[in-house]
């Protein structure tokens, strides 16, 4: 089993990864953000949508919105939330490597991180041929990721971040020259410590632009923020944004 098929992970690491501060501070991202201004009844799929931080803030902005994720877990925890905003919203439970709707959506995200998951670099460049397939002519793609760069500025000791009843100790490991990440976990609650393992590949903005363009995606833009911000050395993620050609 592959980490990000395990949802116990996702259960365990929970209040770490998607805390109601992470879900509130993207709810204020997606209302303001020119990245995310679509034209009103825009097709969007959220593309590992996971406990759907982003799924009731897109439909509130007028948009017609699809959740994919693998985990059974997080999609329940996504349901429960659109049910008790009485947002509209599909869910599907699906793996982002074979999930493909033709033509189908106008917009594809995939935030938090949610690419590179796959051993196999190839497994993470058919993710953005799946895509591209289901855009229609003229949609648009936008990744958003922690860049190689950004990293690469802060990566350093071992962060502690503090829960309710527990704490989580992580600590990064760079693979494969600067190829890939690991990142440990260890949750500590009553006296119990639960520990985990995640991989991903790392990417550059030049590496990913290479693999959009590669995928078939044009006009293939890079941003440091959901604000249009430059990707520059003042950057706190990489969002790299590409277009489906029209017909």
């Given at each position: 089993?592959?980490?990000?098929?395990d949802d116990g992970?996702?259960?365990?690491?929970?209040?770490?990864?998607?805390?109601?501060?992470?879900?509130?501070?993207?709810?204020?991202?997606v209302a303001r953000s020119p990245l995310l201004a679509f034209p009103a009844g825009s097709r969007v799929l959220d593309l590992c949508c996971g406990p759907g931080l982003y799924l009731v803030p897109l439909v509130r902005r007028g948009y017609t919105v699809t959740g994919v994720d693998l985990s059974a877990e997080l999609l329940k925890r996504a349901r429960a939330v659109c049910e008790d905003a009485a947002a509209?919203?599909?869910?599907?439970?699906?793996?982002?490597l074979t999930h493909v709707e033709p033509e189908s959506y106008d917009v594809v995200l995939?935030?938090?991180?949610?690419?590179?998951?796959?051993?196999?670099?190839?497994?993470?460049?058919?993710?953005?041929?799946?895509?591209?397939d289901s855009l229609v002519p003229g949609g648009q793609l936008l990744i958003d990721v922690m860049?190689?760069?950004?990293?690469?500025?802060w990566i350093g000791r071992p962060q502690v971040v503090e829960l309710d009843?527990?704490?989580?100790?992580?600590?990064d490991t760079v693979l494969d020259d600067w190829t890939r990440l690991r990142t440990d976990w260890?949750?500590?609650r009553d006296g119990v410590a639960r520990e985990a393992s995640i991989?991903?590949?790392?990417?550059?903005?030049?590496?990913?632009r290479t693999l959009f363009e590669d995928a078939g995606f044009t006009g293939v833009e890079c941003f440091g923020g959901f604000e249009e911000e430059p990707y520059d050395q003042h950057a706190r993620r990489l969002i790299v944004r590409g277009t489906k050609p029209g017909r």
């Open positions: 089993m592959h980490w990000y098929e992970f996702w259960s365990d690491f929970f209040e770490t990864m998607f805390s109601e501060r992470r879900r509130a501070e993207t709810a204020v991202v509209d919203v599909r869910l599907i439970r699906a793996d982002m995939n935030v938090f991180t949610s690419f590179g998951y796959f051993d196999d670099a190839r497994d993470n460049a058919q993710v953005l041929r799946n895509a591209h860049g190689k760069e950004v990293l690469a500025g009843s527990a704490y989580v100790v992580q600590r260890t949750l500590v991989t991903s590949f790392l990417y550059s903005a030049a590496e990913l």
